[in-house]
Each structure stands twice: as C-alpha cells, then as structure tokens.
C-alpha cells in the first residue's frame, strides 16, 4: 500500500510535526530511507530538526526538536500500521464482515464512522461513541437504526450543491444544518451501476485531511465488494426493485419472486396499495437525480422499493385510506420539497392489478399537465373518464373503472349483482327515488334502505356529478367486459 506525507502526519500527529504537504501530493510512496530513493521518503537531520522529505510535488514535514533515528523508525512502523490495515480489509472481505472494517478503521481515521445502506439504515458505526457525543444526526442514528426524513432532505437541497449525491468518491463536506454541523468526509459506494450504501467519516477528534480521502476511498473498493455479494442474499431494496420492474412492464413473474416482494414489502392483498410515478417538473432531470430521489424514497418509506421507469421514479405505496396516511405525507412533502409532479393511480389489491395501475399513473401525470398545469399531486380518478374513452384495451378501461364499483361487482352475476343495478337505476333516473322505485318494482321505503347500505359503503361522493358520470360510465364498461367474457367461454365450448 502507497502512503502520502498526509497519512504519516496523521500517524505521528502526537508530535505535533510542522506540514508543507501540497493539497493533492500523490500517495506514491513505498518506504523510509536514510538516502534520497525513488517512491520512498527521505529522512534526515537538520539541525536540531529531523526533515521527512517525499520529493517533487509530494512535500515535506519537519519533526522540531526530534533525533533522526527515532522519527526514522516511527516512519517506518507506519509503513507496517498500513499493511497490516489493508490485510484486515482484505480478511473482513473474505468473511464479508463490514463491522469488522468498521471497527478495525478507526485507528486510521480517529474520527466517528457510520456506514449506511441504501436506504440511509445502520450497517455498522463506530463502537468509540455514544449517542451524545458527536451530533443531533449521530443521535438519531443511535436511537432509531437509520437517517432521519430531516437530514435526508437537508443533505437533498443542501448537499447537492457540493455533489454530494452526485459522486461517488470520498470527498470532505461542510455543513451547517441543525443536525449535521461541521466537517464530514462521505463516500457512496457502488458496484456495478448501483449504490449500496453510503460511509460516512464526522470530524470530531482530528481535523479531515486530503490523505483521510485516500484512504477512504481504499475502505470504499472493499466495502463495494462486500456489499456487492451481501446484496444477493439480504434484505436490500434494490433486491427487489427487478421484481417491481417487470410487474409495471407486464413481464412474467415468479411466484416466489411476488413472495419475496410482498413479504419486504409487508403487503398483503387484503390491502389496497396505489402506484406513485413521481416526475421531475419544468426541468430535465440526470441519473444522479433519479438515483438521489430513490433513495430518499427508500429511507424516508418502511419497506418500500421504488424503480426507475424512463426519466421517472415509480414506486407502491399503501392506499392512503388503508393505512398509509403517514406514508403519503412523506410522499407529498417530498413532492413539495424537491419540486416533483406526482402520478397517482386507483388503488389496488392484486399484483395482476400492478401493470394497469402504473398505466393510470402514468395518465395521471399527462393528464394533470394537459388539464391542470401547476397541480403538484395528479390523481388518476380525477382524468379516468377521459382516460376510459381514449385506450383501445378493454381489460385496460376495466381496470380504470370507479373502484367503488370494482369493489361492489359480482362477477358471477350477469349484471354485476342488485347493488349495481339498483345504483345505475338510480343514477339513469337522476337520483329520483320514486321513478328508481317504479322502474325497479319496489317499495319507496325498500328503496330507501337498500341505497342507504349502498352509499354506506362508498368512498367516493355520489353528489359530485363528477362521480356520477363516472360510476355509469364504470358500469356500461364492466357489464360490456363481462357480455364479452361470456362470449368467449361459449366460443371456448
């Protein structure tokens, strides 16, 4: 392993040695010698003085006051410090064991370490450290396993203007947030065109120098690997974001792969969830941006996965009147926040349903763009007339139908069961209850209480003419798909 005069300095610190090392001196040396050698550093005695020399462009240190023979053997044991580092990289790669380079890099770095998955959640960080002892962030950390939604957005807005969501390379930051004061050196890691996590250095005990850069960029090469393998196995988002893929683009999926999904996903279809395509607005978006807003995505939402699809990010997310009310906010906020167009689709409670639910969101967005240009959250039901009248698929207009009615439908019988019936009677006759009566051939009171169990169980508004339209509109769809099912099963016979 090559060492700068950066990382000898750090070493020897304790003596309090003077610098003139460039910003950018190349780690390029091997060796200490006691004569001028290429790739080794030059120590002599000057003086009173003892002068570590790298040469042209890699600077020198002055030891005050020092023997050579003794700065010449501390150099030297440096030397040996690094390798023995780097050989407990390369042991914890083998055994996988990230905690293990964690623990094992502190001597190097004599600073507070974190390093963070993609989805901004605890792997490891240093055990030196308690929870109060190094920043708001660092405290959350602790106590809760994983970022806070705050730090995430601040380090969204703040830190982009220091690319730090842009690079890849361990680079030291500064920050004045709340949360995160002062100098941190960070680093993503990739393997492959994918970023698996995140390791971060907080300046505390040490000032970050340019040699703390190099060599955390050398704990990166290994930690790439590492979590490269790790991703295989483990529950890491981007596992399933393939998965999530092919759902949206109608491909065929396992049915252990739906398994492996809706268990990360903790989705049972007894629940409704709602596709999300959420859209950069008025401005053109790069891969760092989408890559950037996923992971937010993924750390600010439990056991979500989001997936790039185009110049978009399309995720699942819980039906907000079934329990996702606290998921959405996180969705609109961070809407607000990054300036983002949101698509919503009609909920769902079938992986089969998944295809036609980006379709809608995807609508949702042209949609709201074509009808409303400033509207921030773009809700497929407000634009699914327009969209049933426009797609050539009737399965396609099926599933775009008012999920009210979806809800209420009965399959098996040939006008989708009384409760449908009686509402498209209703409704045809403008909601008067005595012609519904008459053409209906029931009592005025029969009918009164038969469309109050009705409208008990709506989540739509039957007074919004809005409403109307669509649910009749819904049901001559429904009703012709199953006229055109039963054709078919004859044809079949």
């Known amino acids: 392993m090559k060492l700068n005069l950066w990382m000898i300095a750090n070493r020897l610190s304790e003596l309090e040695p003077e610098l003139h090392i460039p910003e950018n001196a190349p780690a390029a040396l091997q060796s200490a010698r006691r004569a ?21 462009g890699g600077g020198y240190i002055v030891f005050r006051d020092m023997e050579c023979d003794q700065i010449f053997e501390m150099v030297q044991f440096t030397f040996d410090f690094y390798r023995e580092w780097q050989e407990m990289l390369f042991d914890a790669a083998n055994q996988l064991d990230y905690q293990k380079m964690i623990s094992g890099s502190w001597r190097v770095f004599h600073n507070p370490m974190i390093l963070l998955d993609a989805s901004n959640t605890i792997l490891a960080m240093s055990e030196q450290y308690g929870e109060d002892e190094v920043n708001n962030d660092w405290k959350y950390l602790c106590r809760h ?19 730090y969501y842009l690079s890849g390379r361990a680079r030291v930051y500064h920050f004045d947030g709340q949360d995160i004061d002062g100098n941190m050196m960070s680093a993503a890691i990739y393997c492959g065109n994918e970023m698996y996590g995140r390791i971060n250095v907080v300046e505390k005990d040490r000032p970050l120098n340019p040699g703390d850069v190099i060599l955390l960029d050398y704990v990166v090469k290994y930690l790439s690997a590492v979590l490269g393998k790790l991703s295989e196995d483990s529950r890491n988002p981007f596992r399933f974001a393939p998965t999530l893929t092919k759902m949206l683009e109608n491909q065929p999926v396992t049915e252990e792969e739906l398994s492996c999904w809706r268990e990360y996903t903790r989705w049972s279809e007894s629940e409704e969830m709602v596709i999300v395509v959420l859209a950069f607005w008025k401005k053109a978006c790069s ?30 997310v819980k039906n907000p009147s079934d329990g996702g009310e606290a998921d959405w906010k996180v969705v609109e906020e961070i809407a607000e926040r990054l300036n983002l167009r949101a698509g919503v689709s009609l909920p769902f409670s079938s992986t089969r349903q ?29 634009y699914a007339i327009e969209y049933i009248i426009s797609v050539s698929s ?10 009210d009615i979806k809800r209420m439908w009965i399959p098996e019988e040939p006008k989708g069961g009384e409760k449908i019936e009686t509402l ?28 109050k169990k009705i409208t008990d169980t709506l989540r739509s508004d039957l007074n919004e003419v809005y409403t109307q339209d669509y649910i009749k509109l819904s049901i001559r769809v429904l009703r012709l798909a199953a006229l055109e099912r039963g054709q078919s099963r004859v044809k079949d016979r």
């Open 287 to 316: 891969i760092q941006d989408i890559i950037s807003l996923r992971n937010l995505l993924q750390s600010s939402i439990p056991c979500c996965t989001a997936t790039q699809e185009e110049e978009n990010v399309v995720f699942a």
């Open 394 to 403: 009737l399965e396609e207009a099926a599933a775009a139908c008012e999920p």
């Open 354 to 382: 998944v295809y036609y639910a980006y379709r809608q969101a995807q609508a949702a967005v042209r949609y709201g763009i074509l009808f409303q240009s400033e509207k921030r959250i773009c809700r497929f039901y407000d």
């Open 36 to 56: 001028y050698a290429t790739e080794c550093v030059y120590i002599y005695q000057k003086g009173r003085n003892v002068i570590c020399d790298a040469g042209t």
């Open 145 to 163: 396993g994983h970022s806070s939604v705050q730090v995430i957005q601040y380090l969204m807005e703040e830190g982009r203007r220091h690319g």
């Open 424 to 451: 498209r009677v209703y409704l045809n006759n403008e909601r008067s209850l005595i012609h519904t009566a008459n053409e209906l051939f029931l009592h005025r009171n029969t009918l009164v209480y038969r469309m």
